[in-house]
């Protein structure tokens, strides 16, 4: 069962565009991170989000966590070749069990044209 | 500042073949985490180790052992290598364990078992 749903799955857009990444859920997370990875290399820790409404950036980067904390949205403004590569998001929950989880979407290919 | 190093970064093997993949962190971090990475499977948890002395079953255990070896490094072993292994392995580990703690990844051991 997956558990976060991301999409799109794939976008590849030209440099100055804009570009929202969405990660979808119907479970509630205690928090919520997003991972960027580029070709060759591990995830990248790019934010955590904790508290449902909250919104953080990161230079031309703006994280949104849903007030249900059930999903979250990258936004990107004025795309740069650099930020080409796989974004993802990684969202904590509490199972049935009574164990806490960290659960990876699939992830979010954007490749960035110059 | 080296943070999570793997080794080997590249391997080929044959079905039934043995091998351990090393894991050493230098961030002093408690909790250690082997997963894999496969194309439209996300990442994947397949053991863990919170603490020096402790290993638990993560997502994907079946097929592979691990050694918390000492606060540093942590080793993932395939006694009997087979095709359904080859993946891209990564090494992570966080400050205490939780799936609330960030993950600082190492930049992986792509496999191919034949």
């Known amino acids: 069962t997956q558990l976060l749903e991301q999409s799109p799955q794939f976008l590849s857009i030209q440099e100055g565009e804009n570009l929202t990444v969405y990660c979808n859920s119907s479970?509630?997370?205690?928090?919520l991170q997003w991972y960027r990875q580029e070709p060759g290399e591990g995830p990248v820790l790019l934010v955590t989000v904790v508290t449902g409404g909250e919104v953080k950036k990161l230079k031309r980067l703006t994280f949104q966590f849903g007030d249900a904390r059930k999903d979250s949205s990258l936004h990107i403004t004025a795309a740069q070749p650099g930020d080409t590569g796989l974004y993802l998001c990684?969202?904590?929950?509490?199972?049935?069990?009574?164990?806490?989880?960290?659960?990876f979407g699939k992830g979010m290919k954007l490749t960035v044209n110059p | 500042n080296a943070g999570v190093t793997q080794t080997p970064k590249f391997q080929v093997l044959k079905t039934g073949q043995s091998m351990t993949l090393q894991c050493a962190q230098d961030m002093n971090h408690n909790s250690m985490y082997w997963y894999r990475q496969d194309p439209g499977m996300g990442l994947r948890l397949i053991y863990y180790?919170?603490?020096?002395?402790?290993?638990d079953k993560g997502e994907v255990p079946n097929g592979y052992n691990v050694s918390r070896l000492n606060k540093r490094e942590f080793s993932l072993r395939l006694e009997s290598a087979a095709p359904s292994q080859t993946s891209v392995y990564f090494c992570?580990?966080?400050?205490?364990?939780?799936?609330?703690?960030?993950?600082?990844f190492g930049n992986g051991t792509r496999l191919t078992v034949t």
């Open positions: 479970s509630v997370f205690s928090s």
């Open positions: 992570a580990s966080s400050t205490r364990p939780g799936p609330n703690s960030p993950l600082h």
């Open positions: 180790s919170a603490s020096e002395g402790t290993t």
């Open positions: 990684a969202g904590a929950f509490w199972t049935q069990g009574g164990s806490e989880k960290l659960v």
